[in-house]
């Protein structure tokens, strides 16, 4: 495809824990089109940071990763991430490929000025001739991304700023080198509404201003349906629905993407119970024979016990993986 | 609901020092009063003050001015031995049910832990019996009684919490972010949990929280609180439908919507100042 930037193919993702490998992320396709925001929704424990994880490399040693990570670079070569070798895959972290990690407390260097902790991807990636260079260019991004008197901030540690100041901080260490796709792994997770808006809506700008793809991890429907173009839903591994937005949140088709949004508390209905999803999250490493939400869904089968469901195409990019989509389309 | 007052605060102050002989007022002259049976709700940004003043009003900290009343008492001048008796009508679920909950206990010890405390049970019998009456009014099941925390999950330890706050029949229960850490189908779980129990029960609920959707949903009343004072106070009706001040507007208009639900309003890129 043309105006594909990365495509993940049969992707799986497992973990060594106590001999056994435990599969976390279990076969998924996603595509990334070119300047689009594509979320990635789904409940803590899915595998949505790990898929995320896994196109950086960034997964622990214990990790084994199968199936295909493929990049589509602007001069029309196809790359497997995969199977890159680690300082290639480096040098493609930060120019090519931007991230934002949930904490902005925890991922910034406390010893360090954050002006220089931005400078730094410049200077390792060698985009800029001398520090003088690399400042003036982190001055004016740290102004871009809406830090009040750039100059004197360049000077500040991160314990002197706020959560939002922090992540704003963030956004500008993962945009610096203009890179092509921007990894957010739940960015306002940890901060309050009125910053989240804000910085959505900073993201949303830059991703406008350099022509950037985005994979917006969240497990936050809200945020989706502000920022993202199309979303994929996860549940234990797999994809369970995959549509343009509007298109999810008129004619959700999967039982767990309904649940899923009938259990967001809404102002202006008010409701005596919330509806929820029954049961708990299933644990790690109990694989089901059948479809992963059998056991929580309300518009079980009795071969969705013993069959897994695949992906059908419910017309118009909508995508799901149930049996029993057809019944439930209202 | 009735009109009596469970609880107020009469022109409370609260002040930390800042080092350089400065300091900062985290809660400035709030006077709220909190009927018997209600849900109120604290709203505002992080560092507005709402943990704070709920310390305050359950007297975790000491106000520099300003006087608590609980149930007619004046609490904020009782100290020592004259305030346990009111300790036991006041309890708290924590924001991070991982961290709240000892790891090395099981979970029995844990929600008998306050009944061995007061004495409430006679014998050890009478404690389980009680104990496993909690566990069935969270929805818990009675087996995971000499399980540890760590083998449960982050909605279930919130349960446990829960069981653990109204051990001894509370008549306020102070919820500070107690969704907040949850996922959404988990956090609707305990949302219709706290809600039942507060109707089952009678308990008078404060709830703070930064999340305006999920306080639309428990609250009856709301308090919306900025840079330590309190700027708006209304019925969950009427805060949402019609908010009189700028920045409970401000507020209201951050809230992400999923599509179709109401028209985007521009929250604006500039930050708001403390």
Not at chain 1, 225 to 242: A, L
Request: charged share 25%; hydrophobic share 40%.
């Amino acid at each position: 495809m043309k105006d594909t930037l990365l495509e993940l193919k049969d992707l799986t993702v497992s973990v060594r824990q106590e001999k056994k490998e435990i599969p976390i992320v279990k076969g998924v396709d996603i595509v990334i089109p070119k300047g689009q925001i594509v979320g990635l929704v789904g409940e803590s424990g899915c595998g949505k940071s790990m898929t995320a994880r896994s196109i950086m490399g960034l997964l622990p040693p214990s990790a084994g990763v199968s199936g295909q990570i493929l990049w589509h670079d602007t001069d029309g070569t196809v790359t497997d991430l995969t199977g890159l070798r680690e300082n290639k895959l480096r040098k493609m972290c930060g120019p090519k490929i931007g991230m934002i990690f949930q904490e902005p407390m925890t991922s910034l260097n406390p010893m360090m000025r954050i002006g220089d902790q931005v400078a730094e991807v410049l200077l390792i990636h060698k985009l800029v001739k001398n520090r003088a260079e690399a400042a003036e260019k982190v001055i004016r991004l740290l102004g871009e991304v809406g830090i009040s008197d750039p100059g004197l901030r360049y000077r500040s540690y991160p314990h002197e700023l706020s959560g939002g100041m922090r992540q704003r901080v963030m956004i500008a260490m993962a945009v610096i080198c203009e890179p092509d796709l921007l990894i957010a792994d739940e960015p306002t997770t940890a901060l309050d509404v009125t910053v989240e808006a804000q910085i959505l809506k900073l993201i949303r700008r830059m991703c406008g201003s350099y022509h950037m793809s985005a994979i917006m991890i969240t497990h936050n429907m809200g945020v989706v349906s502000e920022i993202c173009d199309s979303v994929y839903v996860m549940y234990m591994g797999r994809i369970m629905e995959r549509a343009a937005v509007s298109q999810l949140f008129e004619r959700p088709l999967h039982p767990y993407t309904k649940g899923l949004l009938s259990s967001i508390p809404r102002i202006g209905a008010n409701p005596e119970y919330l509806e929820t999803i029954p049961g708990n999250i299933p644990e790690l490493g109990k694989e089901a024979v059948g479809c992963d939400f059998c056991i929580r869904c309300s518009e079980d089968e009795h071969r969705c016990f013993f069959e897994h469901p695949q992906e059908e195409d419910a017309g118009e990019g909508h995508f799901v993986s149930c049996f029993s989509w057809k019944r439930g389309e209202r | 609901m009735s009109e009596q007052i469970l609880l107020s605060a009469d022109k409370v102050t609260k002040s930390f020092p800042l080092g350089n002989r400065k300091r900062h007022i985290a809660v400035n002259n709030v006077s709220l009063e909190m009927y018997r049976g209600e849900t109120l709700a604290l709203v505002g940004e992080s560092g507005c003050g709402k943990s704070t003043l709920a310390k305050l009003l359950m007297r975790l900290t000491d106000a520099d001015s300003g006087r608590v009343f609980f149930d007619g008492t004046d609490i904020s001048a009782l100290s020592g031995r004259a305030l346990r008796p009111y300790r036991r009508k006041m309890q708290m679920v924590f924001q991070d049910p991982a961290s709240s909950l000892n790891p090395r206990m099981n979970i029995r010890d844990i929600i008998a832990e306050p009944l061995e405390v007061w004495h409430i049970c006679k014998s050890r019998k009478e404690t389980d019996e009680r104990v496993k009456e909690l566990l069935d009014l969270v929805e818990l099941k009675e087996s995971y009684l000499s399980r540890f925390p760590h083998q449960f999950s982050g909605g279930q330890k919130q349960r446990i919490g829960i069981a653990r706050a109204l051990a001894l029949n509370p008549d306020l229960l102070v919820c500070d972010e107690s969704v907040s850490a949850l996922d959404v189908s988990v956090q609707a779980q305990i949302l219709n949990l706290l809600k039942r129990l507060k109707k089952d029960l009678g308990l008078s609920c404060l709830f703070i929280s930064h999340d305006l959707s999920v306080v639309n949903f428990i609250a009856d009343r709301v308090c919306v609180m900025r840079a330590g004072e309190i700027c708006e106070t209304g019925d969950v009706s009427a805060i949402y439908s019609s908010p009189t001040h700028d920045y409970t507007k401000y507020l209201l208009s951050s809230i992400p919507r999923t599509r179709g639900m109401g028209n985007q309003v521009d929250p604006g890129d500039g930050v708001m100042g403390s």
